[in-house]
């Protein structure tokens, strides 16, 4: 499984944008291909730049969205703001799940979210 960092940036422009149009079209609104090639691109930079994410895989970025859409507790709207949020919660998850797993000692496999961390050569 391959870290963010670990993408070019072309490819993760490209897999950001099919997400953004997807999570366009879950959430109901119309917006244009040059906007969402924008925001694609934006987010894509701010996915490897950003150290609280480096050893995030790109699925869970995509379960990030998926659980965002569905269950937010806020009314979420297709900006950078709104990624952030969907991730920066999820990532509480994944971090709960690593602390079950790695510290109190339960099973991998029972435990939802967790997915062995990324090991980075940096």
């Known amino acids: 499984m391959k870290a963010l960092q670990d993408y070019n940036i072309k490819e993760l422009t490209e897999k ?3 997400l953004v149009a997807k999570t366009s ?3 109901g609104h119309r917006t ?3 906007t969402m090639a924008a925001l694609s691109k934006i987010f894509a930079q701010d ?4 150290n609280r994410f480096k050893r995030l895989s790109f699925s869970q970025i995509q379960e ?3 659980q965002g859409v569905r269950f937010a507790n806020f009314e979420p709207f297709l900006n950078i703001r709104t990624f952030f949020k969907f991730i ?3 990532k509480k998850r994944i971090d709960e799940a690593y602390y ?3 510290t109190l000692n339960k ?3 029972e435990v939802p979210y967790y997915q062995e961390p990324i090991k980075l050569l940096k």
């Open 107 to 109: 099973k991998a496999e």
């Open 32 to 34: 244009d291909g040059k």
């Open 88 to 90: 920066i919660e999820h």
């Open 47 to 50: 996915l490897q730049q950003q």
């Open 16 to 18: 950001v944008y099919e």
């Open 100 to 102: 079950q797993v790695h």
């Open 25 to 27: 079209v879950e959430l």
């Open 64 to 66: 990030a969205f998926y």
